[in-house]
């Protein structure tokens, strides 16, 4: 029965997401006036580091994170957004890019979105598929490849949004220690997150990562998800409120819920 | 060649994540047999897929570090010969004796395992550099942050919580009430971020995968 | 002439602070592991509790213990895990040993190896079932049916052979999980939603010490049981069984580093401040 209840209860709030979202999506393809998402300062910074590895004559690296897309997939796929971002700048801009990659199956993805942006530059000649490299599927694999190239390269920009562990300190360090300037992010999941706040000049926290493509592309359906997002965060904090102030006071109807 | 443009498009992906997404939400609702074994079989694709993609993995690797040996990329080449060297000799030895052979049990203590936990180690060197550089009272959150972080420390150093158990105290506290409301309210912000991006991917609306 | 020395001095140790700091942090872990201390290690609550756990699990319950260390992981993880270990192989209770990361049956066999197994019989006690690959969808698939994620153990031998499998069809099953948790790719969240939910059954986490915070949620909750946190954990557990091993024996190291770290942060501080108020 308390299963029953749970499934159900389960369902509905589901349910009550997906039609906030649907009902966003739907207002922002009529027209509607579209929300504004508030400055979110290491995503206007990449166009400063693009900007600063130019001047530099020196490459700008972005790590898709240790997550693959079977496993973790939605920070990958946020990583993979703002790739895109990153690739259209370089393509613009001139500025070499270098992607690693942990996992084989990111390989192929990353490698379309690269070209994809070259080709939309204007540029598919400048686009070399060298620039994505696949590391190695082990962890601590992965960072020594990556500090190394960083070092060997001499990166001046060091793009490290996506899901990190603890290599996040090694990859922000090495970084450090070459004067890059570097724009972490991560969804705050392990308790890494600290490391990139601590060693990157800017960082992207929680949730502010699953804004990220909304925010650079400036699409009104993503935005419209956002602020569906944030309805529905405001909806959970009311009900958290709601059932602690039950649970302080009505013991018997807790009793009750509790069968 | 409308059927080669239909295949090239990105609406047959879309369409796979869409299906398998619903089987997989439908089981978890109304787990009936005929979804079940559907989902169950979607699960073994998954694994033979992933089981593929190291194969990838390997693959790639060989062919981007022969191309590194062919055109002797500077500072490089000697290390792509060795990494192929060694992928080539677990490969060997695990297809022709085993893992469980106690040659390939001696180079996965004796080499991977080692060189494994010194990449590992490093950390704390840069802990202690980060530390000595970075975190210093710039701001009044800086300074609680490096406040919390003593405690942390002190809880973690038994030879010190054996003399001041208050410390322990305290800096249990700061693990079990700020640390698990921070936790708390990212899980769920983050858990609402994660279903509303896979709503857009399953809406179409997020192409990343799809190289879009 | 002595101030010029002065300036010299202090340019020179300026240059080379990271280098004089990781000189002083190697021989703060090495010299305690070289020449033991012996300093006190008091038992946490943390700890305590899961030892209180395994020690009132019912005799013949089946132990489901899933290994997810990586080998960089098994520094900080092999105290623990080998402790815990040891301490269920000291109890009337049957374990299957089951890996979702790459990394983790050659581990899991080196732990087995090192731990004193009390007439416990392979294929009847115990079974090591080995690795699957997939992560997330392999738990899932483990956890629905375990006869068609592992056709045969680690070893090969088939699951019909193994009497301690034939009435395991699905994660039910088991009594109570133990799960070693050091790496993003198979986070607790995973067991949590694919076997402690739906399954109903216990979960006891032995963690690393950066992994923790985010696991104390779930352990208010009660999502989670217990929860061993990091190489001082597995110290106390180790104690606890009263078979002191490689965590005890890193525990001065564990006390003599982190003072260092501690005084490194309050002198950075301190020359921070100083710099910031000279007069110029």
Known sequence: MHCLVERIAQVMMLAIFVFVILYKFIKATSGAPVPTIRALPPLDAIKEAIGRAVEMGRPVHHSMGMSQLTSGASETLVSAAVLEYVAGLTANTGADLIVTIRHPEVLPVAQEIVRVAYVKAGKPEAYKPSMIRYLSSTQWSYVAGAMGIMQREKVAANILIGSFAAESILLSEAGNRIGAMQIGGGSGFGGNLAFLAVCCDYCLYADEMYAARAYLTKDPIQIAGISAQDIYKLFVLGLLIIGLLLYRYTDWLYKILSI | MMYLAFIKSKQIPLAITVIITIFMLLEYYYPEPIVKNISKDIRDWSVIIAAFALGLGAANLLRVHSQNIQRRTKDIWPFSILLIFTLLLFFGIGVIFGIEHPAYNWLYVNGYLILYSAVFSLISFYVITSFYRAMSVRSLESGLLIVCAIFSMFRNTPAVISIFPYLDTIGSWLLDVPNAGVERAAIITTAIGVIAFSLRVLLGRERAQLGE | ?280
């Open chain 3, 1 to 280: 002439m002595t101030m010029k020395k002065n300036t010299v001095l202090k340019d020179w140790l300026r240059a080379r602070a990271t280098i004089i700091l990781q000189i002083f942090l190697c021989l703060s872990v090495a010299l305690p592991i070289i020449k033991p201390i012996g300093l006190p290690v008091p038992i946490s609550t943390y700890t305590k509790g899961v030892y209180e756990i395994v020690e009132s699990i019912e005799p013949g319950s089946i132990v489901l213990f899933t290994n997810d260390v990586s080998a960089g992981g098994w520094g900080e993880m092999a105290s623990p895990t080998i402790a815990v270990m040891q301490h269920l192989f000291r109890r009337p209770v049957k374990i299957v040993f089951v890996d979702f990361f790459e990394d983790s049956p050659i581990l899991t066999e080196i732990a087995l190896n090192k731990v004193d197994k009390d007439d416990k019989v392979y294929g009847v006690d115990y079974v090591h079932l080995g690795f699957i690959p997939g992560y997330e969808m392999a738990i899932a698939m483990f956890a629905k049916s375990i006869w068609t994620a592992f056709p045969a153990d680690y070893h090969g031998t088939a699951l019909n052979e193994l009497p301690l499998m034939a009435n395991l069809k699905d994660a039910s099953d088991f009594d109570i999980q133990i799960e070693t948790q050091t790496v993003p790719a198979v986070p607790t969240s995973f067991m949590l939603q694919h076997i402690h939910s739906p399954y109903n059954v216990p979960l006891v986490v032995l963690s690393t010490a950066v992994s923790s915070p985010g696991l104390m949620p779930y352990l208010a909750s009660g999502d989670i049981s217990g929860i061993t946190i990091g190489v001082k954990g597995g110290a106390e557990y180790e104690i606890l069984i009263k078979t002191p091993g490689s965590g005890a024996a890193t525990m001065d190291a564990m006390s003599t580093s982190h003072l260092l770290l501690i005084t490194v942060l309050i002198i950075g501080n301190v020359f921070y401040f100083i710099k910031k108020y000279r007069r110029p």
